[in-house]
């Protein structure tokens, strides 16, 4: 009935029985899921609010509403994954000629959800939810192309979250990494549901990725506002439809990737093993056919946010924009001929490794030009210091020197020296956090206003800004030094003393990161206590120049009471300052929007419960939940009632409304925009 799953798969048992520290700890942290489950669950309850989620969130198909929940799962993430840093750092700070108290099969497990984490449940999550939130507002469009696809993408994603979460509380994650290489993960070597928690988790997010990329191509292909040509495209949406276009032909190869292991692991198929026919090499290609386009995936939305938070808080048009429209496709199109650089030192020729090696660093040349085209922006502009502003030049200063230690690493004698060191996490570190954290970040902190009508507290901004580029800077350089002495990666006991220092400052830098993942939530809870004195109703507080900006924070459910026509880059400034803004429209018409379904969370939960039961072998779970897909997929094709209508009358009083609190607002300069004068209406500027 239960298949494989027994009482010994429960962390607290395991710790009942055997009360070692590092068992402790695992059981810890299982209670800690178990007890904010309980504790989320009872308030909730408590609030009487569940009716409200499930048909204002849980079920609802619009866009803004979706990219929320994809920031609110990556947040969540985050600070698991950010746990599982510190410990790391700790257990190698201490594991100096010692075992320290994690044991190596838990260490190991713990440096695979971390990777596994940050990158497919915190980082897509976070971009993939900016993108849905400010793709449309930015094209004037009503909502994605296909809607009930993108609940979809969020349940599926929070189905493999779900996985992951539950790999803490009933039995135990990979070991193998968060790339999950054979023959780490084979059945051979690795028998338990560790791998298989991977496999599953990983595949929900990629498919949902990957229904994310083909939505978003089509929506910037066939919902751009009249007018808006290819060239006047905000930045940022450039940047998504790149991501998305390398979501579309990247993802599929690591689902087939996943699938063949499964196909491995359950079957007794041998796709990946050498010594029956397989080949290792094959998972490897595939990984990373995947790998090396995910990390422009990764990089590329971030570099959107930059363009538009340079241009915003610099009071200057972007500086090179159809540069930066090249560059960016150039940087699309490159990522996919270099992934033979993680094979350098795996038996191929010089010459093939000269081939790829200068391949890596022709990538450097589009993305210099960003960097330079971000720094003209800045020059004799009125440049203001906001946090958004501070992380997207720290983001400049750290990514320059990451981009140095990638020409190293792109150097294949180089590469051999620093191979499978800290040299390598320094570098992937150095590009990743500043490359999309900060972005994220940024893109947070510069949207959040238009997203919920107040602005979130500044001086938080700055305390968080200071702790994530000191921490950032203590975690990591020291990793460089540790590096190129020798120190070998995710090592689980350090035998030379002489590193101790610097893991001892590695430590230091995470708690110091850890600290500023503690002040981002800080600076939520206090800028919603304070929400009324920061309020930003009217909807331009830093006098921006895209589309989002042209309608109240937050926006209505369609977005624009008229879909906008567009004749400039920049839309909305061209009309601010032209005094067309804020008018009302000539007609308003009814808006048909797509209406709410339960269809997304049916088959996120049902996914989730599918891989659950094929992890422990549950195979009448599994069934069933195949079963629910296919039958929820079914009813939603027969439903008829799938649209509703938003009357003229209704439409014309929110934005009859709106126009008449704008009327009322006083306009603030940019040199107040941190001040609770500002009600969101920028003051017009010659």
């Known amino acids: 009935m239960l298949g494989n799953l027994t009482f010994d798969a429960l962390p607290f048992v395991r710790a009942w029985h055997s009360p070692s520290i590092n068992e402790i700890i695992g059981a810890g942290a299982g209670a800690v899921v178990i007890i904010g489950a309980i504790c989320t669950f009872a308030l909730i309850t408590r609030l009487g609010k569940w009716r409200y989620l499930w048909t204002e969130w849980m079920t609802s198909v619009d866009h803004k509403k979706i990219g929320i929940m994809y920031v609110l799962i990556a947040f969540v993430m985050l600070s698991r994954a950010l746990m599982e840093a510190v410990l790391i750092r700790m257990q190698q700070a201490v594991a100096i000629q010692t075992p320290g108290f994690i044991e190596p099969n838990h260490f190991a497990q713990l440096f695979s959800t971390h990777g596994s984490i940050m990158i497919f449940f915190m980082a897509m999550p976070f971009l993939t939810g900016l993108i849905n939130y400010v793709v449309p507002l930015q094209i004037g469009a009503r909502d994605v192309a296909f809607p009930s696809l993108n609940s979809v993408s969020l349940w599926l994603t929070a189905g493999g979250s779900g996985l992951m979460m539950a790999s803490l509380v009933v039995g135990e994650f990979s070991t193998g990494g968060w790339s999950g290489y054979p023959p780490y993960t084979e059945l051979n070597y690795s028998g338990g549901v560790g791998p298989d928690y991977w496999i599953w988790a990983v595949t929900l997010s990629s498919l949902g990725s990957m229904f994310v990329g083909i939505n978003v191509a089509v929506t910037l292909y066939k919902?751009?506002?009249?007018?808006?040509?290819?060239?006047?495209?905000?930045?940022?949406?450039?940047?998504?439809?790149?991501?998305?276009?390398?979501?579309?032909?990247?993802?599929?190869?690591?689902?087939?990737?996943?699938?063949?292991?499964?196909a491995d692991r359950y079957l007794g198929m041998h796709f990946f093993t050498d010594s029956l026919g397989g080949n290792m090499m094959n998972y490897v290609n595939l990984f990373w056919l995947f790998g090396h386009p995910e990390v422009y995936i990764l990089v590329l939305p971030a570099f959107g946010v930059f363009s538009e938070v340079v241009s915003a808080f610099s009071s200057k048009e972007l500086y090179g924009y159809t540069s930066l429209v090249l560059a960016t496709l150039a940087i699309a199109v490159l990522s996919f001929t270099v992934w033979v650089h993680h094979f350098f030192?795996?038996?191929?020729?010089?010459?093939?490794?000269?081939?790829?090696?200068?391949?890596?660093?022709?990538?450097?040349?589009?993305?210099?030009?960003?960097?330079?085209?971000?720094?003209?922006?800045?020059?004799?502009?009125?440049?203001?210091?906001?946090?958004?502003?501070?992380?997207?030049?720290?983001?400049?200063?750290?990514?320059?020197?990451?981009?140095?230690?990638?020409?190293?690493?792109?150097?294949?004698?180089?590469?051999?020296?620093?191979?499978?060191?800290?040299?390598?996490?320094?570098?992937?570190?150095?590009?990743?956090?500043?490359?999309?954290?900060?972005?994220?970040?940024?893109?947070?902190?510069?949207?959040?206003?238009?997203?919920?009508?107040?602005?979130?507290?500044?001086?938080?901004?700055?305390?968080?800004?200071?702790?994530?580029?000191?921490?950032?800077?203590?975690?990591?350089?020291?990793?460089?030094?540790?590096?190129?002495?020798?120190?070998?990666?995710?090592?689980?006991?350090?035998?030379?003393?002489?590193?101790?220092?610097?893991?001892?400052?590695?430590?230091?830098?995470?708690?110091?990161?850890?600290?500023?993942?503690?002040?981002?939530?800080?600076?939520?809870?206090?800028?919603?206590?304070?929400?009324?004195?920061?309020?930003?109703?009217?909807?331009?507080?830093?006098?921006?120049?895209?589309?989002?900006?042209?309608?109240?924070?937050p926006p209505p459910e369609y977005n624009f009471a008229t879909i906008p026509h567009v004749s400039n880059l920049d839309a909305f400034y061209w009309r601010k300052r032209n005094n067309g803004a804020y008018h009302p429209a000539d007609h308003y018409r009814d808006i048909t929007l797509p209406g709410n379904t339960s269809m997304g969370v049916i088959i996120g939960v049902a996914a989730a419960f599918c891989a659950f039961g094929l992890i422990w072998h549950i195979w009448w779970l599994a069934g069933l939940s195949v079963l629910i897909i296919l039958g929820s997929w079914i009813a939603r094709s027969f439903s008829r009632d799938t649209e509703r209508i938003v009357s003229a009358a209704e439409v014309e009083r929110i934005d009859r409304a709106w126009l008449a609190q704008a009327a009322a607002a006083r306009p603030v300069p940019r040199q107040l925009e941190e001040n609770a004068a500002n009600e969101g209406l920028a003051e017009w500027m010659a």
């Open 345 to 553: 030192t795996m038996g191929q020729g010089a010459n093939v490794n000269a081939v790829f090696g200068i391949a890596t660093m022709i990538i450097g040349i589009p993305t210099g030009v960003k960097i330079y085209d971000w720094i003209w922006t800045m020059f004799r502009g009125e440049v203001r210091f906001t946090p958004p502003m501070l992380f997207s030049i720290a983001f400049m200063v750290t990514f320059v020197i990451g981009g140095f230690t990638g020409i190293i690493l792109a150097t294949p004698p180089l590469d051999y020296l620093v191979h499978n060191t800290l040299f390598l996490v320094a570098h992937f570190h150095n590009m990743l956090i500043p490359g999309l954290l900060y972005g994220m970040i940024a893109g947070y902190q510069y949207w959040f206003p238009k997203a919920f009508g107040f602005r979130l507290s500044e001086r938080w901004g700055r305390i968080a800004f200071v702790c994530w580029v000191v921490g950032f800077y203590l975690a990591f350089m020291p990793l460089y030094v540790l590096g190129a002495a020798g120190m070998a990666r995710r090592t689980q006991e350090v035998f030379d003393p002489t590193f101790r220092p610097w893991l001892i400052a590695a430590l230091c830098g995470a708690l110091v990161l850890f600290a500023g993942l503690a002040s981002l939530f800080i600076q939520l809870w206090v800028s919603i206590r304070d929400r009324h004195a920061n309020g930003v109703p009217v909807g331009d507080p830093w006098d921006a120049r895209g589309l989002e900006w042209a309608t109240s924070s």
């Open 223 to 262: 919902l751009r506002a009249p007018g808006m040509s290819w060239m006047r495209m905000p930045l940022f949406c450039w940047t998504s439809l790149c991501t998305a276009i390398l979501m579309i032909f990247a993802m599929p190869a690591l689902t087939v990737a996943t699938l063949l292991l499964a």
